[in-house]
């Protein structure tokens, strides 16, 4: 039996962190040895917001060099960028075209980004993001999309549009899952364990990136913020030593409580040393991958047009049906 496909993105907006890694980009590593994996980095997304051209151009590579530091096998998975891809564009405005205002008002990613701003002042692209990734999946038919819990609701308006589309124009799309990760894969602030750890918090000390160096690596789990009382323990009440204990079981593929009887007795010190250990442990060899990489974004380039030129190839298939079927073509 051939392997089923995955498919997902990852916007192209700055520097990735431990919380991308245990998140999402070791869960797409895994998945290419079972799946046909496609993944791609979302440039013509990241644009909803202004981006400094010079800045963009070294996020798409340094985006491309962390998929594959963290593992990701370019000859096995197909690693390519968005615009490169002209078919997203195209089967994008289609979609757009059979997305309802109402549908677009109800995406709660789109409330939160949008936020206070007057509704006259919110781009249009952001709005409409959603009909773009509709396209983005439905253009490579996989039959999963691996994504966090906040873009679920995302990937339920991209079956309704490909349902939508089946029903009024014939069999067309496959009608993709959402794969959404496990609430252990939610990675909180080092400075606030209430928040997601996010490269955009206002303190470099809510999160670790991953080029971070060693030394900066240990000076943010010195500073990270622990709980009162001295016991590693495990327990809601406990939110800091337990995004601590989550982030050790996960990078050693363990059970929080099991570490957490490895410190029985022990105090914060010695838990944040072994954890520090352990995070240089897993990260380094990746830091140097990814090094090696962006000192040279002509391979990376490459890489990235070899992708391109397989992904083409699967999606001017179904964007030649679709416009087939409409009557464009
Ligand atoms: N919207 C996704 C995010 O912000 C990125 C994305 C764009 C994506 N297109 C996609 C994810 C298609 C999965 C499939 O994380």
Aim: hydrophobic share 40%.
């Amino acid at each position: 039996m051939s392997k089923q496909r995955a498919l997902s993105g990852i916007q192209t907006s700055g520097t990735l962190h431990l919380g991308n890694y245990l998140g999402a980009l070791r869960r797409f590593v895994e998945l290419q040895d079972t799946y046909d994996t496609y993944y791609f980095l979302a440039d013509l997304h990241s644009i909803t917001a202004p981006q400094d051209p010079e800045s963009l151009r070294l996020n798409i590579t340094n985006v491309a060099a962390t998929y594959i530091g963290c593992g990701l096998d370019p000859q096995r998975a197909t690693l390519f960028r968005q615009s490169d891809v002209a078919a997203h564009a195209e089967l994008g405005w289609i979609l757009t075209t059979l997305t309802t205002m109402g549908e677009l008002r109800r995406m709660t990613q789109f409330k939160d980004k949008s936020g206070t701003a007057k509704e006259e002042s919110v781009g249009v692209g952001l709005f409409t993001y959603p009909s773009l990734m509709a396209a983005d999946i439905l253009l490579y038919q996989p039959e999963v999309v691996p994504v966090g819990a906040d873009q679920k609701q995302h990937v339920e308006l991209t079956r309704d549009l490909a349902e939508r589309f089946n029903n009024r124009f014939g069999e067309t799309f496959v009608i993709p899952k959402p794969l959404i990760a496990e609430e252990g894969a939610r990675i909180m602030g080092l400075d606030d364990p209430t928040k997601k750890m996010s490269k955009s918090a206002a303190s470099e000390y809510n999160y670790i990136s991953l080029i971070d160096s060693p030394d900066e690596i240990a000076k943010k789990i010195r500073k990270a913020v622990t709980d009162s009382g001295e016991k590693i323990e495990l327990s809601d009440d406990k939110p800091a030593i337990k995004n601590l204990l989550t982030i050790y079981a996960l990078l050693q593929d363990r059970m929080p409580a099991e570490v957490t009887e490895e410190f029985l007795g022990k105090g914060y010190g010695d838990f944040k040393n072994a954890l520090t250990e352990v995070i240089l442990e897993a990260l380094g060899p990746i830091r140097d991958r990814i090094m090696e990489l962006t000192d040279d974004p002509a391979e990376v380039n490459r890489i990235l047009r070899d992708g391109a030129e397989r992904a083409e190839a699967q999606a001017t298939k179904t964007l030649a049906s679709v416009k087939q079927r409409m009557g464009l073509a």
